[in-house]
DNA sequence: TGTACATCAGTGAACGCGCGTTCACTGATGTAC
DNA sequence: TGTACATCAGTGAACGCGCGTTCACTGATGTAC
C-alpha cells in the first residue's frame, strides 16, 4: 500500500491541513461522502488519528473545508469562462454551463463534498460566499442575455440561471457518475449541450437555422 | 419517545418485513443516506437487533428493498400521469414531469433510497425494472412528441427524456429538498414548469402565444 | 376436536471492529537576549 | 554565535460508543392425523 502521498519531513508534516484535505477529495470519491472518516484521512497522511485535531475542529470542520475550496475553485471557473466568452453574451452563457460540468468532471472529491455530503451550505458563512459567488456569475450571464430576448417572452434573470443550473447539476448526477453502465446512449457533455442549446432557441435567442 | 409506529402483535410481529422498509423510509430522511443503521430500523418497528436477518440479507438488502418499492411507485405514478394526459402528447408529456416533482415531494425517503443512497441500481436486477419501467415512460411520452415536431429539428426522443429527467432531478435536487433558507426566490414547481415550457417552446411545440 | 411435531419468527447475549475524540506527553521550531 | 525558553505540531494510549452480524435458544403458529 503506497497510500501516503504527502511525505513527511520529520516529526513535523509540513502541511498537515493541505494534505488532509486532499485525503478528504480522494476518500470521498472512493468511499462515498459518509464513508469518509477522519482516521482514515489521517492515515493517508501519515499521521496519528489525534493530529487532525490540530487543525480542524473535528470531521465535520474538515469537510466543509474541503468544500469551501471546491466552491472557490467552482467560483473561479465560472468566472474564466464567462469572461472567455465575452463579449458575446451567448457564448458567455453557454461556456458556463459546459464549466459547470467539466468542474465536476474533473473535481469529482470537490462536487461530492459540495453537494452530496449533506454540508449546509448556508450554515457556513465562508461557505455560503464562495457558493453564492459562483451562482452570482450564472445568473449575470443570463441577465446579459436579456437584452437580446424578445421582450414579450423575457422570463427573469434568476429563473433563467436556475433553470441552467438544475440542469446542469441534473446531467451531473444522473449521467455524469455513478456506475459504468448507466444505459444513456449519450455523453453528458452532448445531454448538456443540445438541452442548454434547445432551451436556448426556445428563449427566441438562436434561430431555427443557427 | 413514541417511535413505534408498528404495534406489536405478541411474540411475533405480523408484518416485520413491511414494517423494516417503512422505518428505513422514515430514517433515511431524518439522518441522511448513509446515518442509516439496521439496528435503528429494528429499534423502531420494536424488535431486537437480530430480527431483520429473519428477512433481509443485511443493511444493504434492506436498503435495496426499499428503493425497489420506490421505483416500483414512481413507475406507477408517471404511468397514471401519461394517461390522464392522454390523447394530447403534449399533456401527457408535460404530466410525466409533473408527476416527478410530485413524487419526490410526497415520497422523500423513497427518492432518498433511489438516488442518493448508493444503491447500484443496475446490479440489483429486480430494480433494473422497475426503474427501466418508470424511465420508459418518459421516453414513450418524448416519442409521441417527435410526431408534432418540426422535421428538420427533431432529436431523438430518448434524448429529450434525458433532458427532461436531468431537469426535474436538478430542480428537485436543488430547489424541493435540503435546507430552509434554500434562496430561490422561485418554488420548484414553478422552476420545473417554467423551465419544461421554455424547453418545449425550443422544440417548436408551443406557440410563441401559446 | 385434540395432540404431536415441524417450521417459522422472534430473542438476547456476545463478538470484533473502527470510529471520533480527549489527554498528558514530547520532539521540533523559532525567537529574545 | 550560543543558549534559555515559549510555542507549536505532533504522538500514542485510552475511552466509550454503536454498529453489523452470528449464534444457540425459545415462544408461537400451522398442519397431519
Known sequence: MAEKTETRKGYHHGNLRQALVDATLTLVVEKGPQGFT????????????????????GREDLI?????????????????????????????????????????????????????????????????????????VLTNAAEDLSAHMPADRRPPASMVSHHIWALSHG??????????????????????????GIYLRGLGLIGADE
Open 38 to 57: 477522519l482516521s482514515e484521512a489521517a492515515r493517508q497522511a501519515g499521521v496519528s488519528a489525534a493530529a487532525p485535531y490540530r487543525h480542524f475542529k
Open 64 to 136: 466543509e473545508e474541503a468544500a469551501r475550496q471546491g466552491f472557490e475553485i467552482f467560483a473561479d471557473l465560472m468566472e474564466a469562462a464567462y469572461n472567455k466568452g465575452q463579449p458575446s453574451a451567448l457564448a458567455a452563457f453557454e461556456a458556463t454551463g459546459r464549466a459547470y460540468l467539466a468542474f465536476a468532471r474533473n473535481n469529482p472529491g470537490h462536487y461530492i463534498t459540495m453537494f452530496e455530503s449533506g454540508v449546509s451550505i448556508t450554515a457556513a458563512p465562508a461557505l455560503k460566499d464562495a457558493a453564492d459567488r459562483a451562482f452570482f
Open 171 to 196: 446531467v451531473v448526477e444522473l449521467f455524469a457518475r455513478g456506475q459504468p453502465g448507466s444505459k444513456s446512449p449519450f455523453s453528458a457533455e452532448d445531454l448538456l449541450e443540445s438541452g442548454i
